[in-house]
């Protein structure tokens, strides 16, 4: 189990690189089961995270195990975790449509299928900076709530799920679903009414986008295109 779930860590990361999300900077991470560490990468590029060079961290911020100096906003992870037993993966990344949509004080809106798995909004944590104290991390942790992805104000996204890959493809859709919300703005005049916004109860039809079969498909899927591409072959 732990291994296999060293091999997943490390392919969330090498996904968040090869896929455009983040370039030099951004980390996923995994809980270890029924405990208060989780794993996470040391500090280089997510296109460059290898499972046996993993750290084990708790949620005070202390490093159990592992070799190397941790991400330096790991404690986004740890407090996370701290706030939310049910979180078993988390993402930080910095996809340049969502960090678009901050600066021009668009919130997140359901305009596609897979956008659905935000039915219940995506709050912003406002903040400018890195989150590199324990306070911070909490801060970021409350703006999160009990839902399953925060933005960060001109800096990138924090996703939180049930485990590891369903929080990748979460960052993945969350990114795609900015994407196209930016595109139709565009094609709108900038004008938001005009977007024809999934109400909540469609919305609400679509939340499994992101488990089962569905979400299973979309992590194999980026899971290819990780293995595929070559480091810096998703940078756009």
Known sequence: MTQELRHDVALANRILER????????????????????????????GLAEADRLLTLDTEGRRVAGDG???????IHARIYAARPDVMGVVHAHPPACVC?????????VLHNQGGIFAEG?????????????????????TLGGGIAVMMRGHGITTACPDVRSATVAACYLEES???QLRMLSAAGGDASKLRV???????????????????????????????????????
Request: net charge neutral; no cysteine; hydrophobic share 35%.
């Open 101 to 109: 949509l901050t600066q021009i004080g668009e919130p997140h809106r």
């Open 19 to 46: 896929l455009g999300l983040s370039h030099a900077f951004g980390h996923a991470s995994a809980r270890l089961p029924g405990t208060n560490t989780f794993l996470l990468p040391t500090r280089r590029s997510p």
């Open 122 to 142: 995506v709050p912003e944590y406002s903040r400018i900076g890195l989150i590199r104290s324990r306070e911070l991390g909490d801060l970021v942790a409350q």
């Open 69 to 75: 100096e941790p991400n330096s906003e790991f404690w």
């Open 178 to 180: 900015a994407a196209l």
């Open 198 to 236: 999934y109400t909540r109860e469609e919305a609400d039809a679509l939340r499994d986008q992101v488990s089962g079969n569905v979400g299973k498909r979309a992590w194999e899927y980026f899971a290819a295109v990780a293995e595929a591409t070559p480091i810096g072959g998703g940078q756009h």
